[in-house]
Structures are given as structure tokens and as C-alpha cells.
């Protein structure tokens, strides 16, 4: 029987205790196809842009709209959803994407200006529910205080890991043998099929926050919390000038088919990482954990600078993904500790708006880099994404220091 806290007793063992918690397979299981269709949504507009315009440049202005409306209008939507709750909010932000969707399409079949494409693009991309934030927090009111906690984080990101490697797969086929048009259809479908189901588990979600309560957001302005978003900042960055440099690698040594497949290297690695570190109980303390998490991420980027063939990299690319499933988990384990319920939501929009924000800026810094130089700058680009993260997790750490001091 819950406490009345909110906090769910459960068994301590690894998943399968986590997903016997009470009401906890059926919203991580009804969450699953938007992970999928938001995981499409970016990539989606891509091909629905180009197949109409013929302009990677067109579809770029588009789906960089997309990304930065779906960066600063995340935290927003998500204050709203803290103040009136789930149930109430996400029914609502999923009818505005739906028809911010539909709109982009009605104006991309038309052959409408581009400057109306990018709008119905922000619409889109700030309309775009953050499904992850809301199951995280989900999570935090039935496990709050239970070590468990950290393992169903790792279940979260296994499945936005999962999601991020079917729903580009998934997206290109059906764009491809079909029509961008279906693909972009097919993968706002799965966002609301997944967002309503979502918002129909009421007994799981966390209760709005009261009057008195909602002068609390500006607990987000704490210093740790602050530096903690920096240090997603600086994984974007990695994220953002790993696609470019990978790519622009195996176009340089005249492999471009091996593009993606040693990009996924990376996502392979991370998902096992990250189901071995959910699955075991680690005595350090997280502060500390990651840090020497960080400091690991940077060690194995160093390689990446050393590579003379495919093949290495393959073999180089596997490292970092050691460190990136435990890094997010840490990140969500730090971020819920850090603030109060109240604002959970807005916290783990806030820590995805400034991994997208990072890579869209590593995917831009490191295209001029690459262009002027070549790949192996671009690396030393990912390294030094590496360092600023470390580093803004040192700071993380001694916020938390001194506070239990």
C-alpha cells in the first residue's frame, strides 16, 4: 500500500522490482510509442521538407526551427504541466502538435514560402511533448528516497535509447518506400498514441502543485542545478560534433555507407553500459560517480583523435559509450535530488533543452571545423565537449559538498 508520503514500498531487486511497482508497467509501457514518434518527429520533417522543396537547406531552416522552439518552449509547457498537472496539460499539448503538424504539411504539399514552413516548424517543435520528463517524474513520486530509483532511470534511458535507434530506422523506410508525408503522419500518430495513454494513467501522475508552492521554480536557479544543465550543455556538444565528424570521417576515406553504422557503435555500447550500471547497487555517492563518469568520457575520446582507418574508429567509437547510459542516469538521479517536486518536470525538460541546445551547436561549430580542417578536428572538438562537462561536474559536486557541509 503506498505511503503516505507517495513514496511506493517495492522489493530491492534490479528491473523487475522496479516495474512491479504499482502502476509502473502500464505508464513505461503506454509512454512507448511517443518515445518512438518523438524519436521519427526531427528526421521526419526532414524528409517531408526535402521530398517537397528538393532543399537539404530548406528542410535544415526547418528542422533547426523545430529543435530550438522544442529547447526553450519545453520548459515552459512543462511549468505549465508542474501548476495544472499531466492529466489536465498533456491532452491539450498534444492537440496543438497535432495541428502544428498537420499545418506544416498542409503548407509543405502547397508549396508554400519557407518562412511559413519554419513557422509551422516552431509551432511543431514547441508543441512537441516531453514524454521523458513526465514518466521521470512519474518515477520520482513512486520511488522518491528508494534506491530503486536509480535503476528505474536507467530503464528510462534504455528506452530513449531503444526509441532513438527504431524511430530513425522506422522513419526513413516508411519515408522512402511510402511518402514523407506517411512518415510524418505515421510518426505523430505514435506520439498521440503514446501521450494519451500517458495522460490516461492518473493514479501514477504527480498531483499539481499548490498555490503556495509555486514560487518554488526559482529553486532552478540554484548554482548546483545551474551547473548541471551546463554539463548537459556540454554532452550535447559531444552528440552534436560526433555526428558531423563521424560522418565527414567515412565520406573522407571514401565510405559513406559506413556513416551510420559506426554512429550506432556508439548507441550499442551506451545501451548495454547502461543496462549493467540500472542493474547493480553502487556504494559511491552520485556527486562522485559523476564525476569519474565525465572523466571517463573524456579519457576515451582521446583515441578518436588517433584513428587511420574505419575500422579503428569502429573500435574507438565504442568506448564513450561506456559512459553516456550512466551519465544520464546520474543527471536524472542529481536533477530530482536537486529540486523540489514541485518542479520536477520543468527539471528534466530543462536538462533535455540544454543536451538539444548543445547539439545543435556542436552539429554547427563542428560542420565549419570539419570543412576547414578535417574529421580529426572535429574530435578534438568532442574532446573538448568532454572537458567543459567534466568540468561543470566538479562544480556539481562541490555544490553538493557544501551544502552537507
Do not use: C
Amino acid at each position: 500500500m503506498p505511503a503516505l508520503t507517495g513514496r511506493i514500498r517495492t522489493p530491492r531487486t534490479g528491473y523487475h522490482a522496479v516495474l512491479r511497482t504499482p502502476g509502473a508497467w502500464k505508464f513505461y509501457l503506454a509512454a512507448a510509442p511517443a518515445r518512438i514518434g518523438i524519436a521519427m518527429t526531427g528526421l521526419g520533417i526532414v524528409w517531408l521538407v526535402h521530398g517537397s522543396t528538393g532543399s537539404y537547406a530548406a528542410a535544415g531552416s526547418v528542422t533547426g526551427g523545430f529543435a530550438v522552439a522544442e529547447a526553450l518552449a519545453g520548459p515552459q509547457v512543462a511549468r505549465l504541466i508542474d501548476r495544472f498537472g499531466q492529466t489536465r496539460m498533456l491532452p491539450i499539448t498534444l492537440l496543438a502538435h497535432a495541428l502544428s503538424v498537420a499545418l506544416l504539411i498542409g503548407l509543405t504539399v502547397s508549396d508554400r514560402p519557407l518562412w511559413s514552413l519554419v513557422a509551422a516548424g516552431v509551432l511543431a517543435g514547441g508543441s512537441l511533448p516531453q514524454i521523458g520528463a513526465q514518466t521521470a517524474a512519474r518515477w520520482s513520486l513512486a520511488l522518491r528516497g528508494n534506491p530503486l530509483l536509480s535503476t528505474a532511470f536507467a530503464l528510462e534511458s534504455l528506452s530513449t535509447g531503444v526509441a532513438f535507434m527504431v524511430g530513425p530506422a522506422l522513419i526513413g523506410t516508411v519515408s522512402s518506400l511510402g511518402s514523407p508525408v506517411a512518415g510524418t503522419v505515421l510518426a505523430t500518430a505514435l506520439v498521440l498514441l503514446g501521450g494519451f495513454s500517458l495522460a490516461l494513467q492518473r493514479r501514477t501522475a504527480p498531483p499539481p502543485i499548490e498555490r503556495g508552492q509555486q514560487q518554488s521554480s526559482a529553486r532552478l536557479l540554484h548554482k548546483g542545478f545551474l551547473a548541471l544543465v551546463a554539463t548537459n550543455l556540454g554532452i550535447g556538444l559531444f552528440f552534436g560534433t560526433m555526428q558531423v565528424s563521424v560522418t565527414a570521417y567515412a565520406v573522407d576515406r571514401g565510405s559513406p555507407s559506413l556513416a551510420g553504422p559506426l554512429y550506432a557503435i556508439t548507441s550499442l555500447v551506451s545501451l548495454f553500459a547502461g543496462f549493467v550500471y540500472g542493474a547493480r547497487r553502487w556504494r559511491l555517492p552520485a556527486p562522485t560517480q559523476f564525476v569519474l563518469v565525465l572523466t571517463a568520457l573524456a579519457i576515451t575520446t582521446v583515441p578518436l583523435l588517433l584513428v587511420e582507418s574505419p575500422w579503428a574508429l569502429g573500435l574507438a567509437l565504442a568506448l564513450p559509450g561506456l559512459a553516456l547510459a550512466p551519465f544520464q542516469v546520474l543527471s536524472a538521479l542529481l536533477a530530482e535530488s536537486e529540486v523540489e517536486p514541485a518542479v520536477l518536470t520543468q527539471a528534466f525538460t530543462w536538462l533535455n533543452s540544454g543536451s538539444a541546445a548543445g547539439i545543435a551547436l556542436g552539429a554547427a561549430f563542428a560542420g565549419r571545423v570539419v570543412d576547414t580542417h578535417a574529421a580529426q578536428y572535429g574530435f578534438a572538438l568532442a574532446l573538448l565537449a568532454t572537458l567543459v562537462a567534466t568540468t561543470m561536474a566538479i562544480v556539481v559536486r562541490s555544490t553538493r559538498v557544501r551544502a552537507v557541509a
